[in-house]
C-alpha cells in the first residue's frame, strides 16, 4: 500500500461517509462497517493525501473523479485484483478498468470474518466480500445521487449513476464534483445493492486488471523489490527440523568481497552482502555447528507408525447418524480399507522473501504475505518495536497455496536491517524453502461400510487421523473436545444417502510443523472418501457413477455437478484403450464433479484428459473461475503422480524441482470446465478442484488394471508417468 499523511479524529457509523482532501483538493472517503468488525474512525480533513486506515472496506473518491480501493486480500494469482474491484464497480456504475487498487494495511478492521483473523486463505476472498464490498458501492452511489438531488432540487429516486458521473433528465455531474458535498451530507438509510437482473459486469468474462503490469514487469512482487542503498541476506537454517544455533566461524565468510555483516538471528546464521550472490555464496562458507533439536531422529517410518498406533483409538465425534453399531452387526457384507496419504511442500514459484528499511517513524516490510497482521506482529517483535510502528506493504505473492499464512521468513529480514541499518532483502533458495517449509499434514483414514441383504448401503464409518495444522498455527482457537475443523473437510459433509454413518477425528502430532496447503485436508479426505466409494460401487457391481447418484437424491446440487461432468466426458463410453474414474466433492461453498481419463501401457500411465462440472454459485467473473479451476487440476494432478516430503533423521530428503518435481507441459492433459449457472451466493474457487484429481485418477487406473490405489504419489506404486 502506498503510504500518505494520515489524520484520524472521533467516531463513524455504520454507513459514515468521510470527507477527505487531497495533495490538491478534497474528496470522498467510504467506510462501510460490518457488525462483528471493530468500529471504524473518522478521517478529517487533511492538508496531505488522505490516510485510509481503519475501515473494513475502503473507497475513496477524490474530486479529480478518481476511484481507489484498498483490496484487503492478497493478489496471488487467484484474482482478488479483479473480482473485488469488480464487485464495486458494479455498485457505482462505472467501468472496473477506472479503480485504481491499492493493498490495504494490517488492522483489525481487516478481519476476514469466515477466518477470524485478517487473512487471505480458505478461498474466502469472494465469499467474504460479496456483501460488504457492494454495500460499500452502494453507499457511495446512494451518497453521490442524494448530493446531486439537493444541489438540482430533483428526487433522488430519479437519479441514477453512469460512467462516473450523475445523471437527472440532461443535467449530469461528474463524482470527482460531487464527492466534497456527498460527504456533508448525514449517512444514507435504507441502502441497496443490486439485484442480480441488474448486474452489468458480475458475471462477465472481464480482462484481469493486473494483467498488463504483469506483462509490462511494472507490477511489484516480493522478489521484485528494489530500495535505495538496499543490501541483500542469505540465511543457513538449521539442516535438522527444529535444530538451533550451537556455535559458529564467520572468518571466511567476513573475508569475501561485498560481505557487509554476519550475524545469528532467531532463525539462523545470516550473510549481509552487497549481492545476493555474494550473500549466499558468504553463507556456504560460514562453518556451523547446530543442535540437533527434537526431530533428530524423526524419520517417515516413525511418522506413519505414529499415526497407525493412533488409529487404533477413538476420535472425536465429527458427526452421528443412525446406530452405526446395531448396522454394522446386522449387516454381514462389508468393506473396509485404509488410506495413506504424504506429506507435502508448498513448492510456491516465488521462494520466500522480505525486504526491511527502518525509517523515522519506525519499520516498513515489504512481503508476499497472505496475513498482513501476523506478519506485522513478527516484525514488531523481532524489532523490538510496538506494532503501529511497524508497516507492513503487501506485494503481489508469486504463489501462496497457504504457504505465505505462515511468517517465518520475516524476522531474520527485520533482524539483519537492524544490525546493518540499511534496506535488506532476506532471499530464500529453493533448497531452503524445500526443507524448511511447514509441510501439508500426513495422514492415515479407515473407512468401513456394511450392505443389507439387498444390496443397499447401511453403514458407513470414517475414522481419521492426522495432525492439526490449527493446533500449531492458530492455538486456542479450537475449544477443547472439538474436531479442528481445516482437518475434517471432505468428510463433516459426507452427501451420500445411508441410514448409519459415523465419523470421527483422532488428532496425532507428527513431531514437526504442519501448515495449510491448498485445499487443507479436502485433499486428504476426499480421495479417502471418493477411492472408498468406488470400492463399494465395485462391491455390489454397479457402475461408480450411477452407484453415487442412486445415493444422491436429496442431494441437488450434488448431483447436477455428477450428470453434468459425466455428461461431458461421455461417461462409460471413453475412446478405445483409455478408463474413466469419477470424483465428487463440495467445499468452500462450491460443488465439484471431475471424470479422469487416462491409458496404460504396461505400468507407463498416461492422464489424457480431465472433465470438472462446477456450481460455485454466482459467478463473479467465469473466466477467472475457469482459470483457477484449471490451475487447481494442474496442481492436483502434479501431487498426485509425483509430489511427497521424506524425512529422514529430522532431514527433508526433497531439494529441489529435480527431486521434488512438477507436472511438464507434455504431461498435462486436455483440461475441460464446464461452469453451471446458479443463484447461489458465491462459493470459492482458489482451491477445491484440487481435492478431485488424486481419486478421479485412481479411481480409472483401477478400471484400468483392478488394482486399488490407497497411498500417493501414485508413481511410488509401480507406475511410471
Same mark, same amino acid.
Given at each position: 500500500?502506498?503510504?500518505?499523511s ?20 478534497g ?6 462497517? @460490518? ?18 486506515i ?11 473523479g ?16 479483479? $473480482?473485488l ?19 490495504a494495511?494490517?488492522?483489525?478492521e ?11 486463505? %480458505? ?10 464490498i ?44 460531487l ?14 445493492v443490486?439485484?442480480h437482473?441488474? !448486474? ?8 484481469r ?29 538449521p ?7 550451537k556455535?559458529f ?7 569475501m568481497p561485498?560481505?557487509r555483516?554476519?550475524?545469528?538471528t ?8 552487497d ?10 562458507a560460514?562453518d ?5 533439536? $527434537? ?24 458427526r452421528?447418524e ?7 452387526? $446386522? ?5 473396509e ?7 507435502l ?7 520466500q ?8 517513524d519506525?519499520?516498513?516490510?515489504y ?6 497482521g ?9 524489532a ?6 511497524v508497516?507492513?506493504?503487501?506485494? !503481489? @505473492? ?8 505462515d ?36 495422514a ?10 439387498? %444390496?443397499r ?6 475414522h ?23 482437518? +475434517? ?32 485436508s479436502?485433499?486428504?479426505?476426499? !480421495? ?85 462440472? +462446477? ?8 473466466g ?24 529422514v ?7 529441489? !524441482? ?11 492433459? $486436455? ?12 462459493g ?24 486399488? @490405489? ?10 511410471v508417468?
Amino acid at each position: 500500500m502506498t503510504t500518505s499523511s494520515r489524520s484520524l479524529t472521533g467516531e463513524l457509523s455504520r454507513r459514515g461517509f468521510l470527507k477527505s482532501t487531497a495533495t490538491a483538493a478534497g474528496g470522498l472517503v467510504i467506510a462501510c462497517y @460490518l457488525p462483528g468488525c471493530s468500529k471504524p474512525e473518522e478521517v478529517a480533513v487533511s492538508s496531505g493525501p488522505p490516510k485510509l486506515i481503519k475501515a473494513n472496506a475502503w473507497l475513496q473518491i477524490g474530486t479529480d473523479g478518481s476511484i481507489t480501493m484498498f483490496c484487503d486480500k492478497s493478489e496471488m494469482g487467484q484474482g482478488v485484483y479483479t $473480482a473485488l474491484p469488480t464487485l464495486l464497480a458494479e455498485e457505482l456504475s462505472v467501468e472496473p478498468t477506472t479503480i485504481k487498487v491499492e493493498f490495504a494495511p494490517p488492522g483489525n478492521e481487516y478481519v476476514n470474518k469466515l477466518l477470524g483473523v485478517q487473512a487471505t486463505g %480458505g478461498s474466502t476472498s469472494v465469499r467474504e466480500a460479496w456483501d460488504k464490498i457492494r454495500m460499500a458501492g452502494a453507499e457511495a452511489r446512494t451518497r453521490l445521487i442524494a448530493a446531486a438531488a439537493k444541489q438540482w432540487g430533483a428526487p433522488p429516486q430519479s437519479c441514477t449513476v453512469a460512467d462516473g458521473y450523475v445523471v437527472f433528465t440532461s443535467r449530469r455531474a461528474s463524482f470527482g464534483e460531487l464527492a466534497e458535498a456527498a460527504a456533508a451530507l448525514p449517512a444514507p438509510e435504507n441502502v441497496r445493492v443490486k439485484g442480480h437482473n441488474d !448486474f452489468k459486469y458480475i458475471g462477465k468474462t472481464l480482462p484481469r486488471l493486473d494483467t498488463p503490469s504483469k506483462v509490462d514487469g511494472s507490477a511489484q512482487f516480493g522478489i521484485d523489490m528494489r530500495l535505495p542503498g538496499m543490501l541483500y541476506a542469505a540465511l543457513a537454517q538449521p539442516p535438522q527440523l527444529g535444530g538451533t544455533v550451537k556455535s559458529f566461524n564467520a572468518d571466511k565468510a567476513k573475508a569475501m568481497p561485498g560481505v557487509r555483516e554476519v550475524l545469528q538471528t532467531s532463525s539462523g546464521v545470516a550473510v549481509v552482502a552487497d549481492t545476493w550472490w555474494q550473500a549466499k555464496t558468504a553463507r556456504d562458507a560460514l562453518d556451523i555447528q547446530w543442535n540437533p533439536g $527434537a526431530a533428530a531422529k524423526l524419520t517417515n517410518a516413525s511418522i506413519y507408525a505414529g499415526l497407525k498406533t493412533a488409529s487404533s483409538g477413538k476420535g472425536l465425534d465429527v458427526r452421528k447418524e443412525g446406530d452405526v453399531d446395531a448396522g454394522w452387526k $446386522a449387516n454381514r457384507r462389508r468393506v473396509e480399507a485404509t488410506y495413506e496419504l504424504p506429506m507435502l511442500a508448498h513448492a510456491t514459484l516465488e521462494p520466500q522473501n522480505c525486504t526491511v528499511e527502518f525509517r523515522d517513524d519506525g519499520c516498513h516490510v515489504y512481503a508476499p504475505t497472505q496475513v498482513q497482521g501476523m506478519a506485522q506482529a513478527a516484525a514488531a517483535q523481532a524489532a523490538g518495536l510496538p506494532p503501529e510502528k511497524v508497516f507492513v506493504h503487501t506485494t !503481489f @505473492l508469486g504463489g501462496g497455496f497457504g504457504r505465505r499464512l505462515d511468517v517465518d521468513f520475516v524476522p531474520a529480514a527485520v533482524e539483519c536491517a537492524k544490525a546493518v541499518n540499511k534496506p535488506v532483502k532476506l532471499l530464500w533458495t529453493r533448497e531452503d524453502d524445500t526443507t524448511h517449509d511447514k509441510y501439508r499434514p500426513p495422514a492415515r483414514n479407515t473407512l468401513s461400510a456394511a450392505f443389507d441383504d439387498n %444390496g443397499r448401503l447401511n453403514t458407513v464409518k470414517v475414522h481419521l487421523v492426522a495432525p492439526s495444522v490449527t493446533a500449531r498455527w492458530a492455538p486456542g482457537a479450537v475449544p477443547q473436545g472439538t474436531p479442528d475443523p481445516f482437518a +475434517i473437510e471432505a468428510a463433516h459433509n459426507f452427501p451420500y444417502d445411508v441410514p448409519n454413518l459415523y465419523i470421527d477425528y483422532v488428532q496425532h502430532e507428527v513431531g514437526l510443523d504442519v501448515g495449510y496447503w491448498r485445499s487443507v485436508s479436502h485433499a486428504l479426505n476426499c !480421495f479417502t472418501i471418493e477411492s472408498f466409494m468406488d470400492e463399494l460401487a465395485a462391491e455390489v457391481q454397479l457402475d461408480p457413477v450411477d452407484f453415487r447418484r442412486s445415493l444422491l437424491a436429496r442431494q441437488p446440487r450434488w448431483l447436477a455437478v455428477l450428470d453434468a461432468a459425466a455428461r461431458k466426458a461421455n461417461w462409460g463410453h471413453p475412446p478405445a484403450g483409455r478408463y474413466q474414474g469419477v470424483a465428487l466433492m463440495s467445499g468452500y461453498d462450491s460443488y465439484l464433479a471431475q471424470v479422469a481419463e487416462i491409458s496404460l501401457d504396461g505400468n507407463k500411465l498416461k492422464v489424457h484428459r480431465i472433465v470438472c462440472a +462446477i456450481d460455485c454459485g454466482q459467478m463473479v467473473n467465469p473466466g477467472i473461475v475457469q482459470a483457477q479451476a484449471e490451475g487447481g487440476i494442474v496442481f492436483g494432478l502434479t501431487a498426485a503422480l509425483f509430489s511427497e516430503i521424506n524425512v529422514v533423521n529430522g532431514k527433508v530428503q526433497e531439494q529441489n !524441482f529435480d527431486t521434488y518435481r512438477l507436472l511438464r507441459i507434455n504431461e498435462t492433459p $486436455a483440461i475441460e470446465v464446464h461452469l453451471l449457472n446458479s443463484g447461489e451466493k458465491p462459493g470459492g474457487m482458489g482451491e477445491p478442484s484440487v481435492a478431485l484429481v488424486a481419486p478421479a485418477v485412481c479411481n480409472a487406473i483401477h478400471a484400468a488394471t483392478r488394482k486399488r @490405489l490407497r497411498k500417493l504419489p501414485i508413481t511410488r506404486q509401480g507406475f511410471v508417468v
